[in-house]
């Protein structure tokens, strides 16, 4: 922001004013011989500028900071969604880390349950020592399982730290998903209008299109005008005031070259504008058949699930009634 106020200052007179001190010794040569004259003096002068006419040079300036200004928000607003959306992820794995670690909890304890249930029938001669075995490695695995996934669990807690400030606590459920555009193609036309980076890219083009009028300016005069008042430790007041046109007639080629430059920063400026657009529609596409294949997937996990319990329900009562092992009711579960 403040680089706008600095271009603002350009069309805006500057007052200055400048205190002198001194001394001096000199030998002065006279018919007689020398002398010696010395003495003290002093002065002081205020003096103001101010740029009349520049061709625009100074306008091109407080718009190309304007203009800087609203891309750098732009920029700003795209960090604060990556904030955002760092801290979703993070409170996204804290839940999903929790629920995995409550489920390998239950496992273990289901398979706790089928290990004293097998070492029962070993005892009463129903099953061999290698139904229980299996099912005491069962349980080592699903100790390990289980270290594994506290060991997740920690590490989402850090991210959730790292985004938020704090750790977890009682995490609420998470809210309703918000309402998607009806099509990839709407919510693509979304993406063009509204996104931070495509903002950013067009400021920026703004900004190169000014570059290029203000090299254009540059090589125009520039006409100014000057004020100064004058006093000294005597009493002796002056003053003058005067009107300054200067232009660079031949600068070794730097004022064309720079022209140049600019014309090939509005042709790059642009061609990162079409680059963005076509990288964020992509991005949408991406993101709108993840979001298609996760929907499918859901569904699908939830018939497997109600199918699973049927068939785990089935194999433990055959088990039971002795046409099942111990084997078969730990794979179901």
Do not use: C
């Not at 002068?45 to 009349?52: C, F, I, R």
């Not at 807690?157 to 099509?183: D, N, W």
């Not at 005067?242 to 642009?270: E, F, H, V």
């Amino acid at each position: 922001d403040e680089d706008v106020a600095v271009a603002v200052s350009s069309l805006r007179p500057v007052v200055a004013y400048t205190a002198q001190a001194g001394w001096s010794r000199a030998e002065v040569g006279t018919a007689g011989g020398t002398t010696v004259a010395e003495g003290l003096s002093a002065s002081l002068a205020l003096s103001a500028e101010l740029t009349l006419f520049d061709f625009g040079r100074r306008k091109l300036g407080i718009e190309i900071a304007k203009e800087s200004v609203l891309a750098t928000r732009q920029a700003l607003v795209q960090v604060e969604q990556n904030v955002l959306l760092a801290t979703v992820q993070a409170y996204v794995d804290v839940r999903l880390a929790q629920d995995v670690v409550a489920l390998r909890q239950s496992n273990l304890r289901l398979i706790t349950q089928e290990l004293r249930a097998a070492q029962d029938r070993f005892d009463v001669g129903e099953i061999t020592r290698t139904d229980v075995s299996i099912a005491e490695a069962r349980l080592a695995a699903s100790r390990a399982a289980l270290a594994a996934a506290q060991g997740q669990l920690m590490i989402a807690r850090e991210a959730y730290k790292a985004a938020t400030g704090a750790y977890p606590g009682k995490l609420a459920p998470p809210p309703k998903a918000p309402a998607l555009p009806r099509t990839m193609e709407e919510a693509q036309g979304v993406a063009r209008g509204t996104h931070p980076l495509i903002r950013q890219a067009q400021h920026q083009v703004t900004v190169a299109d000014l570059q290029v009028e203000l090299a254009k300016a540059n090589r125009a005069p520039t006409i100014g005008a000057g004020v100064t008042l004058r006093t000294d430790d005597e009493g002796l007041d002056s003053q003058s005031l005067g009107l300054t046109m200067n232009q660079t007639i031949y600068a070794g080629g730097r004022l064309s070259a720079l022209q140049r430059k600019a014309l090939a920063g509005k042709d790059a400026a642009r061609a990162a504008l079409a680059q963005m657009a076509v990288n964020v529609v992509e991005n949408v596409g991406v993101a709108w058949a993840n979001l298609a294949v996760a929907a499918a997937s859901i569904e699908a996990s939830d018939l497997q699930i109600r199918a699973s319990h049927a068939a785990f329900d089935g194999v433990r009562e055959e088990a039971a009634a002795g046409t099942r092992t111990t084997l078969d009711v730990l794979d179901a579960e």
